[in-house]
C-alpha cells in the first residue's frame, strides 16, 4: 500500500468523532443468526476473530458471545474510547486502520466488517484480510438496510426524504457551494438524487471534507475480483429489534452525513429531520414497537492448504 494512502483515509475516520456516545446507543447489533453461518463457514465451533472497523465495539461485543477470541481494529480515538469502556475477558481493541493492522498473519478464522467495508479502500483491505485469515478462514462484509421496517409507509418514506435531503445537501459543499445556493430548498429532480439508492447510499456518492467511500453492492464483485478467495457468496438475514420515535430519528442522527452537515450550518429543518422527527412522534410515541432490519452479508472464503 502506497504510504500516502493512510493519510488519505483520514478524513473518513474522522467523519465519526464527536457522536459515538450516540452511535453506541441506537446503532442495532448484527443478526444474531449470522454467528451460525460464519461458525459452519470456519468450521471452528469457538473462532478467533478480528472485526475490522469496529467502531464503538457494537459489533466486537456481538462477536465475544461465540468466540474464543476477538480483536477489534479501529483508527478513530473517540470509538475506541467507548468500545474500550466495556471491557470483555476476551476481547482486545487496536488502533489501526483496516489496510494496515499489524496483527500477525493468520491469527483468525474470522474477519468481520460490520458497517464499515465501504468506508475502506477495498483492494489493500482484502489483502490485509488474506494475510491474517487461516487457511479455510472466512471474511464477511456486513451492512444494514436502512431504514428499518417498522410497518409504516409513511415513517419509511419520511425516512427516505430526510436521507434524500442529506445527500443533496452533501453533494452541495462536496462540490464547494456556499451562502444562499448551499442551503436553498431541495428538489425531487435534483442532480445528485440520480440513482439513489437506500441499500447502497455510497455508490457514485460525493461526499464533503475529503471523505472516501465505496459502493456496497460492489463489495462481492470486487471480493471475487481480487482472486484471494476461494469461494465468495452474498446472503441476506434478518434482525428484529424495538425502537420508539426517539430512537428511529436519533439512528438518522448517528449518520456521519447528517453531522458533517449539522457541523457545516445545517440545521434539522434545513435537512428535513424535523418533518422526519414529526411523523416519527405521531407513528411511533413513546412506545417500543417491532423493527425488521434487513442485512446483506458477502462471504469469501479462503482456501484450505
Same mark, same amino acid.
Given at each position: 500500500?502506497?504510504?500516502?494512502?493512510?493519510?488519505?483515509?483520514? $478524513?473518513?475516520?474522522?467523519? /465519526?468523532?464527536?457522536?459515538?456516545?450516540?452511535?453506541?446507543?441506537?446503532?442495532?447489533?448484527?443478526?444474531?443468526?449470522?454467528?451460525?453461518?460464519? %461458525?459452519?463457514?470456519?468450521?471452528?465451533?469457538?473462532?478467533?476473530? %478480528?472485526?475490522?472497523?469496529?467502531?464503538?465495539?457494537?459489533?466486537?461485543?456481538?462477536?465475544?458471545?461465540?468466540?474464543?477470541?476477538?480483536?477489534?481494529?479501529?483508527?478513530?480515538?473517540?470509538?475506541?474510547? %467507548?468500545?474500550?469502556?466495556?471491557?470483555?475477558?476476551?476481547?482486545?481493541?487496536?488502533?489501526?486502520?483496516?489496510?494496515?493492522?499489524?496483527?500477525?498473519?493468520?491469527?483468525?478464522?474470522?474477519?468481520?466488517?460490520?458497517?464499515?467495508?465501504?468506508?475502506?479502500? $477495498?483492494?489493500?483491505? /482484502?489483502?490485509?484480510?488474506?494475510?491474517?485469515?487461516?487457511?479455510?478462514?472466512? /471474511?464477511?462484509?456486513?451492512?444494514?438496510?436502512? $431504514? $428499518?421496517?417498522?410497518?409504516?409507509?409513511?415513517?419509511?418514506?419520511?425516512?427516505? +426524504?430526510?436521507?434524500?435531503?442529506?445527500?443533496?445537501?452533501?453533494?452541495?459543499?462536496?462540490?464547494?457551494?456556499?451562502?444562499?445556493?448551499?442551503?436553498?430548498?431541495?428538489?425531487?429532480? +435534483?442532480?445528485?438524487?440520480?440513482?439513489?439508492?437506500?441499500?447502497?447510499?455510497?455508490?457514485?456518492?460525493?461526499?464533503?471534507?475529503?471523505?472516501?467511500?465505496?459502493?456496497? +453492492?460492489?463489495?462481492?464483485? #470486487?471480493?471475487?475480483?481480487?482472486?484471494?478467495?476461494?469461494?465468495?457468496?452474498?446472503?441476506?438475514?434478518?434482525?428484529?429489534?424495538?425502537?420508539?420515535?426517539?430512537?428511529?430519528?436519533?439512528?438518522?442522527?448517528?449518520?456521519?452525513?447528517?453531522?458533517?452537515? #449539522?457541523?457545516?450550518?445545517?440545521?434539522?429543518?434545513?435537512?428535513?429531520?424535523?418533518?422526519?422527527?414529526?411523523?416519527?412522534?405521531?407513528?411511533?410515541?413513546?412506545?417500543?414497537?417491532?423493527?425488521?432490519?434487513?442485512?446483506?452479508?458477502?462471504?469469501?472464503?479462503?482456501?484450505?492448504?
Amino acid at each position: 500500500m502506497d504510504d500516502a494512502e493512510t493519510p488519505a483515509l483520514a $478524513p473518513t475516520a474522522n467523519r /465519526f468523532n464527536g457522536f459515538s456516545d450516540l452511535y453506541d446507543q441506537v446503532r442495532p447489533q448484527p443478526p444474531s443468526e449470522l454467528a451460525r453461518v460464519l %461458525i459452519a463457514y470456519c468450521g471452528k465451533e469457538t473462532p478467533d476473530v %478480528i472485526d475490522i472497523g469496529s467502531g464503538t465495539g457494537l459489533s466486537t461485543r456481538w462477536a465475544a458471545k461465540w468466540a474464543g477470541s476477538v480483536t477489534g481494529v479501529d483508527p478513530s480515538p473517540d470509538m475506541r474510547r %467507548i468500545a474500550e469502556s466495556r471491557p470483555l475477558a476476551n476481547v482486545r481493541y487496536v488502533e489501526a486502520y483496516a489496510h494496515e493492522t499489524g496483527l500477525a498473519p493468520a491469527s483468525a478464522d474470522v474477519v468481520v466488517a460490520v458497517q464499515a467495508l465501504h468506508w475502506m479502500e $477495498p483492494a489493500a483491505t /482484502f489483502v490485509e484480510v488474506r494475510r491474517l485469515l487461516r487457511p479455510g478462514g472466512v /471474511f464477511a462484509a456486513v451492512d444494514c438496510d436502512w $431504514p $428499518p421496517t417498522t410497518g409504516s409507509a409513511e415513517l419509511e418514506q419520511a425516512w427516505t +426524504d430526510c436521507r434524500k435531503s442529506l445527500r443533496v445537501c452533501e453533494t452541495r459543499l462536496a462540490n464547494g457551494w456556499t451562502g444562499e445556493a448551499l442551503f436553498a430548498p431541495v428538489g425531487d429532480g +435534483d442532480p445528485a438524487l440520480l440513482g439513489y439508492s437506500g441499500s447502497d447510499a455510497h455508490r457514485d456518492r460525493a461526499l464533503a471534507m475529503g471523505v472516501k467511500s465505496w459502493s456496497k +453492492d460492489s463489495h462481492l464483485s #470486487r471480493m471475487n475480483a481480487s482472486g484471494l478467495f476461494a469461494w465468495c457468496h452474498e446472503l441476506a438475514l434478518h434482525q428484529v429489534e424495538n425502537g420508539d420515535a426517539a430512537r428511529y430519528v436519533d439512528l438518522l442522527r448517528s449518520q456521519g452525513d447528517y453531522q458533517t452537515l #449539522r457541523q457545516s450550518g445545517f440545521d434539522d429543518e434545513m435537512l428535513g429531520v424535523s418533518v422526519l422527527e414529526q411523523t416519527a412522534s405521531r407513528v411511533l410515541g413513546s412506545r417500543r414497537e417491532t423493527w425488521w432490519l434487513t442485512y446483506r452479508v458477502r462471504v469469501g472464503v479462503v482456501a484450505t492448504d
